[in-house]
Structures are given as structure tokens and as C-alpha cells.
């Protein structure tokens, strides 16, 4: 078997030097921009399992910016899942072709997640089931030291479904890993299990006035398939004016998208000075350029 190239799949995974390297990358071409389309003979190869409008476009503009050709698998509907081909079937296929890095969006899949810890090719996660999300948590921290300097000593508090979001588990860590603090504050019956938080709160508005930063979650119900979002508990842990009521004037309001609109996000806080959420969406393309030129080989 050929060796396995490096690549991303958990944040966990990534050295301080390769941490310190891509948020430098990122603020570059953020500062001076994309000088040279130094990746025009590449290929980037998306397949995504999960519906993804964010990550996935942001990852094809990061590319197109650097010269890189975009290739995608499309929807199930669209390939040959529709005909029954499994998804590490598809992957297998894909890399065959031989792309020079491939983004993947998954559902927890022990099978296709060996596959790709094994590839020859670099792959890099765009999301897996509700456990990673490196990319999004690289681009959340960018976002947070751009308006307050650095995680050390900062406390960040996740309101809604921890339980099942892949953004609050891999952002968690990356942020303990820079010295802050992290807050969850959950229903009940959606808290993480996986996570041991600093601190823990029955309500967002209990929690506002301890967090630096608030990051709304919106709740998985593609992965527990109940309404849970609809009940009025959900509403004790949704962005808005009633429940941000006691944040701190210099805190920031963060959502990683989709946004609910009215259920885990009301979009009146997009007047806030305090909201990053687009800028979230726009320091997405800096990062994933910087990922990309991370796991690249040169000499393919
Ligand atoms: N934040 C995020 O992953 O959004 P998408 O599902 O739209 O990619």
C-alpha cells in the first residue's frame, strides 16, 4: 500500500507549528491577497455526503483564488449514490482519478473514516458526523483574535445542542488548546458527552454575562431525528436581544451558519456591532486557502 499523505481530519491533529503557520497564512492573504495562482496544474476534489453551502463554496473559492481546478461529486441525487454506490465506494472512485487533495463531509462512518486516514492522497475533513470540524474551528479562531488579540484567559460559551455539533466539540478543543476557557450551555437532554466544559449554564441568558464570546448552535435534528428545536426549552438557548441581555459590550455573537432564523439565531443581531457572523463566513475562504496550502504536496 502506497504511504498515507498527511492530512486533516481532527483538530487534535494538527501541530503547534502546523496552528501557528495557518493562522499566519490566513492573515496574509487576508492583508495582501491571493498574489499568485501558484496551483494552476491542481486539483481539488470535493465530496460531500452532508449538505454544505459555507464550507463547501468557501473551500472552491479559496482554491479558485490560488489557481486550483475544483472538481465535485455533487448531491446523491446527482452521482452514482443514486444508483446505489456506497459513499466509500465513491470516495475510493474519486481518488482513483487522482485529484491532489480531497474535502470530505461525512456522517460518523467507521469504514469510509479508515479510508481516508489511509489515503495517498491528502484528504481534509469539511465535517464529520457530530464530532469534527476542523476547518470551522480554525476559522472561528481566526475570527475571535481578530477582535480580541488571542484565546489565552478569554471564555467561550456554546449555547444550544453540544451534544451533537461537530462545530462546539472540535472548536472546544482547539480553544482549551490556546488557553481559554469554554462554557456550554445545553437542554438538558442535549448536552455533550464527549466534552468536559469549564463551566455549565441551564440558560444562555445565565451564561451571557460570564462568556467573552457566544457561539449559537443550531440543533442536529438531521442526527436525532426529533423536533427538538421547536420546543420553547430550545428558545431558552437561541441568540437574541432577551437572552444577550447581560453580554459584555466588548463580547463577541458568533454563529457557525446554518442559521435558523426565529429558532436558534434572531437575524435582527446581524445590526450588532458585536456580530462576527459574517465575518466567520468571510475569514472561511482565508483559512481553507491556508489548509489547502498546508496539505498540498509540492511535487505531485
Ligand atoms: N458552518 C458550516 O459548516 O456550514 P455549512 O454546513 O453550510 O458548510
Not at 37 to 51: D, H, M, N, T, W
Not at 76 to 89: I, N, P, Q, W, Y
Not at 205 to 214: I, K, M, N, S
Amino acid at each position: 500500500m502506497p504511504n498515507s499523505a498527511k492530512s486533516l481530519l481532527d483538530i487534535d491533529e494538527l501541530l503547534d507549528n502546523d496552528l501557528s503557520s495557518i493562522f499566519k497564512r490566513a492573515k496574509d492573504f487576508k492583508a495582501r491577497g491571493f498574489l499568485r495562482q501558484i496551483y494552476s496544474q491542481k486539483v481539488l476534489a470535493s465530496c460531500f455526503f452532508e449538505p454544505s453551502t459555507r464550507t463547501k463554496i468557501s473551500f472552491e473559492i479559496a482554491a479558485a483564488r490560488m489557481g486550483l481546478r475544483s472538481v465535485s461529486l455533487g448531491d446523491a441525487g446527482a452521482s452514482s449514490m443514486a444508483k446505489g454506490e456506497t459513499e466509500l465506494d465513491s470516495f475510493l472512485t474519486v481518488k482513483a482519478m487522482r485529484p491532489d487533495i480531497i474535502v470530505v463531509r461525512f456522517k460518523e462512518n467507521a469504514e469510509l473514516r479508515q479510508a481516508l486516514g489511509e489515503s495517498e492522497i491528502p484528504v481534509v475533513s469539511a465535517g464529520e458526523g457530530s464530532r469534527h470540524h476542523p476547518t470551522q474551528a480554525l476559522l472561528d479562531a481566526m475570527t475571535i483574535c481578530e477582535t480580541l488579540g488571542n484565546l489565552h484567559g478569554l471564555k467561550v460559551l456554546y449555547s444550544g445542542d453540544t451534544l451533537h455539533s461537530r462545530v462546539a466539540h472540535s472548536g472546544a478543543s482547539l480553544f482549551k488548546r490556546l488557553g481559554a476557557e469554554v462554557g456550554f450551555a445545553s437542554p438538558q437532554n442535549l448536552v455533550s458527552k464527549c466534552f468536559q466544559p469549564d463551566a455549565v449554564f441551564k440558560s444562555l441568558a445565565e451564561g451571557a454575562p460570564w462568556a467573552d464570546v457566544v457561539i449559537g448552535l443550531r440543533t442536529q435534528t438531521e442526527r436525532h431525528g426529533k423536533a427538538d428545536h421547536s420546543t420553547a426549552t430550545m428558545f431558552d438557548f437561541r441568540l437574541d436581544a432577551k437572552n444577550l441581555s447581560e453580554l459584555k459590550s466588548k463580547a463577541l455573537i458568533m454563529h457557525p451558519g446554518p442559521c435558523v432564523p426565529m429558532v436558534d439565531f434572531d437575524p435582527n443581531l446581524l445590526n450588532d456591532p458585536r456580530c462576527r457572523v459574517h465575518q466567520q463566513v468571510m475569514n472561511g475562504v482565508y483559512i481553507r486557502a491556508a489548509v489547502i496550502e498546508t496539505f498540498i504536496k509540492e511535487d505531485q
